[in-house]
């Protein structure tokens, strides 16, 4: 399975990110099953969303997993919703801040993830992985990443499943130690990746997804 996997360098208050480590972990190890591509995308509206386009028009991957670091979070989020907006006042690693922005006029308000959530949240809960569906991915440099994946494979016509996880700051980068280690995050990764591998012959397209997907 011809799969695109990415992760994103620290930003504003965060110092470590755990999907750039998961990312480059998983990128020097065979995966059984998996053709893996790993890149690691700036925190920078002007380069992030076209890197992964660029990247999904290059492989045409069957799967395209992004990954970005929910630092508030406990649990891994798996997101349902990618909006075309950016709306944050924390500004990217280049210093820009946007506030209510689309992030292409002439796109979707939304898209929803292509990826098959629910099989993959019970698959990470049975593993004992914390893990909730989220319908909210912010308006930040991931939601910005999960539009313009979602966005190119659908201008392009490409059958690939794609969609966002936000993983939790790891206990290994927290004051307190609490929380999944590193390890544990690599691990639910493969998960993931494991169910996209089993269910790669099938199309998650809800009628919502095609019914938000429509040109204006
Ligand atoms: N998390 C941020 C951007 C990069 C990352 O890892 C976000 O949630 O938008």
């Given amino acids: 399975m011809r799969t695109l996997l990415t992760g994103f360098e620290p930003f504003p208050g965060y110092p470590h990110n755990p999907s750039q480590w998961v990312v480059e972990r998983l990128g020097a190890e065979p995966i059984p099953g998996v053709d893996l591509e790993t890149q690691v995308l700036p925190v920078d509206y002007a380069r992030a969303g076209k890197g992964i386009g660029r990247l999904i028009r290059e492989i045409k991957p069957e799967a395209v997993l992004a990954l970005g670091l929910a630092g508030k979070r406990r649990s891994v989020r798996l997101e349902r919703v990618s909006l075309n907006l950016n709306d944050s006042s924390r500004p990217d690693n280049r210093g820009r801040v946007s506030e209510g922005q689309p992030i292409d006029p002439q796109a979707p308000a939304a898209y929803f993830s292509s990826l098959p959530l629910i099989e993959i949240r019970e698959a990470l809960a049975a593993a004992g992985i914390p893990v909730r569906i989220s319908n909210h991915a912010g308006a930040y440099l991931c939601n910005h990443v999960f539009f313009s994946a979602m966005h190119t494979i659908e201008a392009l016509g490409l059958a690939s499943r794609a969609g966002f996880v936000h993983l939790p700051q790891a206990a290994e980068y927290h004051p307190d130690g609490e929380g999944l280690s590193?390890?544990?995050?690599?691990?639910?990764?493969?998960?993931?990746?494991?169910?996209?591998?089993?269910?790669?012959?099938?199309?998650?397209?809800?009628?919502?997804?095609?019914?938000?997907?429509?040109?204006?």
């Fill in 182 to 216: 590193l390890s544990d995050l690599k691990k639910g990764v493969e998960i993931v990746l494991s169910v996209l591998r089993k269910t790669r012959s099938e199309r998650h397209e809800t009628r919502e997804n095609q019914e938000y997907s429509q040109k204006p």
